[in-house]
Every structure is written in C-alpha cells, then in structure tokens.
C-alpha cells in the first residue's frame, strides 16, 4: 500500500534576530533541517525528543500549516508543499491538529457547540440541523454529555477540554490527525483516558496519526512505530517492538534510560545502565558539524565531528544515522 504521508528533504528556517542592541544581526534557526519521513496508513507513528528538537515545527509541516523553506510533502497522492489556496483549502479537510494546551486552544468566548461546529462551516456546512447532527455525533465519540452543547470551555476540566479539542478535529473526518503532545498538560490520572479515546477512535474512524510527545514512555502505548528526533533531524526510525528492544543511535538509548521505570518487571533489557543523557541540547542556530550529537554522545569518535551520519538501514523497518551502526550489507 503506497504511504498516507512522504516527506523528503523537509526543511524549516527561521530568521531570527541574534546580537546585541549594536551588533544586530541576523541568523537562520534551524528548526527541521532535511527530514525524510513516511507515515503509513492506519498506523500511530510516534515523534519525540527533547523541548526544542522541532517536533512541533515537523507536525505543522507535514500538514502545511505553516510552509516550508524547502523540501515536499505528498499527501494521499498530492504535493501539498505547492498547492495554491484553494486546493489547498479543500485538502486541509483532511489533515487536522490536536494541540498540547487544551486551555489555550479553545476560544473562551465560543460555546461548545460552536467550537466544535467551527470547521464545518469554514468548510461550506451551514449552520442547519445537519450540522448541529454532526456536533451531537462527536459529542457523543469523544463521551462528552449532550448538555455540554451549551457550555463554555472555562467549565470544563483539562481532561473534557481536551476531548472537545478531539471533537473539533475529527468533525471533518480528516484521514491524519497531527496529535501535539495531547497529553502533556493534562494530569496523569487523565492520560490514559484521554490516550485510549483517541486510540478507540483510530479504530472506529479509519485514522492515520503522527503523536508527539516528550518521552518515549507516553507513545509506547499508542505508537506503530517512534522516530526519534535530535536538533532538527530525525535520527532513528524503527518498528515500535524493534526501538524499545533494540535502540540503536546512543541518543535514542539514552532517551530511553531516562524513561520511569514503575515495575521491575518492565526493565528492558539492554538499556539497564546505558548512561543519561548530560548537558544541555545545543543551539539550532548553529548546530554542531558532523553529527549533531557528538557534543553529548558518550561514545563520540572522530569522525562523528565531521561527517555526518546518513541513515541506515539495520534490520527489518529500523534505521538509524549513526557511524557507529553496522548497515545491512546491500542485496
Ligand atoms: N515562529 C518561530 N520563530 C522562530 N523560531 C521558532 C519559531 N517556532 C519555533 N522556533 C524554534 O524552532 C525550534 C524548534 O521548535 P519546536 O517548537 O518545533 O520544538 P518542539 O520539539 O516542538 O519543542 P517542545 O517539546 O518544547 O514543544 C526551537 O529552537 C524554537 O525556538
Ligand atoms: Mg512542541
């Protein structure tokens, strides 16, 4: 089956101001620099990494709701790096975004009802039964009460506000849905809720999802596959299974020794006593030569300072960008 999503060579610059008040000058942030990414149908993959990676720049750009500085993105068949705004209009129906912040996502002076009507009628619904149908409809998939219809978000919990964020996106029954670290604001004993509705409604509504998050604890559940991103790269990709059983790129390990482990039981094998990850991320506006992890990797070697690793292939759906892996001999 050919990919819902394929990113080559995607790539976001800032131009950001840098210097002081006399030395002003101007510099390129290198948000997503070069991703290659495909996002299969039906499937969860997984996006994290550390604050500032360009997680959230990536989601915005896979769906184009902020345009690149170079690079495509074909979706379901269309390059939507360059459709005019028209067409590109009638294919945002089909790519929709969950944000993180369900407070401020929502406008306060929207009811509910108009909050997740919203797309519709930007889309060309009226305001008619039918559409106020569709809104009963999702109220009831995102297990909201039907006299929600009326309130405003301020009445509502992280955990409800966050399902009718949920609601919104869906109304217009998108095929990929950019879910920004959904979870993250919300407190723990919500998580899951809101993790296993959105997981529930990937069953029942045929969704393609791209799930961000911080760790690689909160996507284990949910994902098909993780990429895992470092300083506007992605560097490792893999099969869920093989990520968290075998972690190749040493930023990867070290991701995963810092996830909490709540049960004995659960400590993977080959990651007990991998070392921490140390230091702080270094600037996107003048990332390190070579590889971009060598500044923190614990087994950085010289060329790492210099070359920079291209993405391998090592195993079955796994790859990672690292001189340190073995590539499959070629076939
Ligand atoms: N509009 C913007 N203008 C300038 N720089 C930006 C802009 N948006 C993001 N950045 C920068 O791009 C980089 C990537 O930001 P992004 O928000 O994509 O990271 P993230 O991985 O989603 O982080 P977090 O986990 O904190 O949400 C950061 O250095 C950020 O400061
Ligand atoms: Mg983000």
Redesign the pocket.
């Known amino acids: 089956m050919p990919a819902l999503l394929e990113a080559s060579g995607l790539t976001k610059h800032?131009d950001?101001e840098t210097g002081g008040f006399f030395r002003r000058s101007k510099a390129a942030?290198r948000?997503?620099d070069g991703v290659n990414l495909t996002i299969e149908p039906g499937e969860t993959l997984g996006l994290v990494?550390?604050?500032?990676?360009?997680?959230?720049?990536?989601g915005r750009l896979l769906i184009r709701l902020i345009p690149a500085t170079a690079g495509r993105v074909m979706f379901d068949g269309m390059e939507i790096t360059s459709l005019g705004p028209k067409a590109l209009r009638a294919a945002r129906r089909a790519m929709q975004i969950v944000f993180?912040d369900p407070f401020g996502a929502l406008n306060p002076r929207m009811s509910v009802e108009e909050t997740i009507m919203e797309p519709l009628l930007i889309h060309g619904s009226r305001r008619g039964a039918a559409s106020r149908d569709a809104v009963t409809r999702m109220l009831d998939m995102v297990g909201l009460a039907e006299s929600a219809r009326h309130r405003f978000p301020h009445e509502f919990s992280g955990g409800q506000r966050q399902r009718i964020g949920i609601a919104r996106a869906l109304i217009l029954r998108p095929k990929l849905v950019v879910c920004?670290?959904p979870v993250s604001a919300l407190d723990v004993s919500v998580q899951a809720q809101i993790v296993n509705l959105l997981s529930d409604l990937q069953t029942e509504l045929g969704l393609t999802y791209l799930f961000?998050a911080?760790d690689l604890g909160v996507v284990k559940h949910i994902s098909t596959r993780v990429a895992v991103?470092y300083l506007?790269k992605v560097v490792e990709v893999a099969d869920k299974r093989s990520l968290y059983a075998r972690p190749l790129h040493p930023y990867t390990q070290a991701l995963l020794a810092s996830v909490p482990v709540t049960h004995p039981s659960q400590r993977r094998r080959g990651t007990i006593g991998q070392p921490r990850i140390t230091g702080d991320i270094p600037?996107?506006l003048a990332p390190p030569s070579g590889c971009r992890f060598h500044t923190r990797c614990p087994h950085v070697m010289p060329i790492c300072r210099t070359d920079e690793p291209a993405m391998r292939q090592s195993g079955a759906g796994h790859q990672a960008a690292c001189h340190l892996i073995a590539a499959d001999p070629p076939m």
Not at 49 to 58: H, M, N, V, Y
Request: proline residues 0%; glycine residues 16%; charged residues 15%.
């Open positions: 800032y950001v942030l948000a997503v990494g550390e604050s500032g990676c360009g997680k959230s720049t990536l993180q920004d670290e961000i911080h991103m506007g600037t996107a």
